[in-house]
C-alpha cells in the first residue's frame, strides 16, 4: 500500500519524508487557503523538488478549463513521472481525465462518495480513485462498504487504476485501509506519527533500556560527586548537617584513616531524639552504637546494587572502594537511569 503525506506544511512535509519511504505528497486548496498560502504557484513548485510524487489540483468548470489548467501546471516544470493532477469528480471532470490519461498525464479523481462515480473514473484512465472516507462517516454513511467495493471494481474488471483511501482521521482508519486491500492512503502528519505507537510497545522498550542500563552501567558511574561521610570525632547535629547537605538519608561514620566505622541514618537520628531529646544533638558520633553499613564496590554492575537494595530493603548504600567509601547509592538514582 502507497504511503502518501496529506499536507503543505513545509515542516512536516520535512519530518514526514526524512523517513525514507512515503511515495508522496497530497494538497489541497483548503489546505493551502488554511495556511495563509498566497503564492500558490511558487509553493507548488517549491514542495515538487521536497518530495518523490506531488499531486496538485487542477480546477475549472469544464473539461476544456480543466485541461487547460493541468497543461498550465505542467508549464511550471513539473514533471509528468512524478505530478499527479487531482480533478473532483463530474462529468466534465472525467471527461477531462480521459484526455489527460490518453497524453500520458496522471489523473487522480477524488471527492468520490459512490461506487458510480468511482467507475466513471476508473472508466476514464484515472490513475487513482479517491473516496473521502472520513467526510462520507460524517455524514452517516458506509465509507468502508464504498471503499471495499471499489477495490473489488478494480480487481474484477482489472481497471489499470488504485484506490486512494484519504480524509483519514485517526489511526484505525489506516487499519482499515489495510484490511481492505486498498492500493493508497493518504494520511495527516498528526496521524501518521501515531502509526507505531502503542503503549505495550512503550513500556516494553523502557523495560528493555532500565535491564539494559541495569546490565551495563557501573555503580561508580551514577553516584553523585558528594561523598556523604564524617569524623567519628564528630557531633550527631554536625552529621546532621552532612546529610542535609548531600540529600541523603544517611552518613557514613570514618576514624582518621577514612576507613569505615559505621552509619549513621535519619531514622537512628529520630529514635536518639526520641530516646534522649534534644540534648542529643550534642552528643559524639563515637559514643553511638553504630551499626555496619550495607556497600557495594563501585565497580559492581548497577543490577547488582538494584538487587542488594531489595534484599535488604534499604533505600541507601555505600559505594567503597576497599575500606575507604567514594560515595552512596540512593534507589532514586537507579531510578533516575533506568527510565
Not at 511550471?76 to 497524453?103: F, M
Not at 476514464?124 to 462517516?137: S, T, W
Not at 557531633?235 to 552509619?263: K, P, S
Not at 531529646?277 to 565497580?299: A, R, T, W
Request: glycine share 8%; aromatic share 6%; hydrophobic share 40%.
Amino acid at each position: 500500500m502507497e504511503l502518501f503525506l496529506d499536507s503543505v506544511v513545509e515542516e512536516e512535509i520535512k519530518e514526514a519524508f526524512s523517513l525514507g519511504f512515503l511515495t508522496g505528497l497530497t494538497t489541497t486548496p483548503t489546505f493551502m487557503h488554511r495556511d495563509g498560502i498566497t503564492d500558490v504557484d511558487g509553493t507548488i513548485i517549491r514542495l515538487s523538488k521536497m518530495v518523490p510524487q506531488i499531486q496538485i489540483e487542477a480546477l475549472g468548470e469544464t473539461a476544456d478549463e480543466i485541461y487547460a489548467e493541468a497543461q498550465r501546471l505542467l508549464g511550471l516544470g513539473l514533471s509528468r513521472e512524478t505530478t499527479v493532477l487531482k480533478l473532483p469528480v463530474s462529468l466534465e471532470g472525467v471527461k477531462a481525465c480521459k484526455r489527460l490519461a490518453d497524453e500520458g498525464v496522471q489523473v487522480n479523481v477524488h471527492l468520490v462518495y459512490t461506487l458510480q462515480q468511482a467507475y466513471m473514473a476508473m472508466a476514464a484512465g484515472a490513475a487513482y480513485v479517491c473516496p473521502l472516507v472520513g467526510r462520507l462517516q460524517d455524514e452517516g454513511h458506509d465509507a468502508l462498504g464504498l471503499i471495499e467495493q471499489c477495490v473489488h471494481a478494480v480487481d474484477y474488471y482489472g481497471y489499470g487504476c488504485k484506490v486512494m483511501f484519504s480524509s483519514v482521521r485517526h489511526p484505525e482508519h489506516v487499519r482499515n485501509a489495510l484490511n481492505l486491500g486498498v492500493h493508497a492512503v493518504t494520511v495527516p502528519w498528526k496521524v501518521m506519527k501515531g502509526l507505531t505507537e502503542n503503549t505495550f510497545t512503550t513500556v516494553g522498550t523502557q523495560q528493555f533500556f532500565e535491564h539494559t542500563r541495569l546490565m551495563t552501567l557501573r555503580v561508580k558511574d551514577v553516584i553523585s560527586d558528594f561523598n556523604p561521610t564524617i569524623s567519628r570525632g564528630k557531633r550527631v547535629v554536625d552529621a546532621l548537617v552532612v546529610m542535609t547537605r548531600g540529600g541523603f538519608g544517611a552518613v557514613t561514620i570514618v576514624d582518621e584513616h577514612e576507613e569505615i566505622c559505621g552509619v549513621f541514618t535519619d531514622g537512628d537520628l529520630r529514635r536518639l531524639l526520641e530516646r534522649e531529646g534534644e540534648m542529643s544533638l550534642q552528643k559524639p558520633l563515637c559514643e553511638l552504637d553504630l551499626k555496619v553499613p550495607i556497600h557495594i564496590s563501585g565497580d559492581a554492575l548497577l543490577y547488582d546494587a538494584s538487587r542488594l537494595l531489595k534484599e535488604t530493603q534499604v533505600d541507601t548504600i555505600c559505594v567503597v572502594d576497599g575500606k575507604k567509601q567514594i560515595g552512596m547509592l540512593d534507589v532514586q538514582d537507579i531510578i533516575e537511569v533506568t527510565t
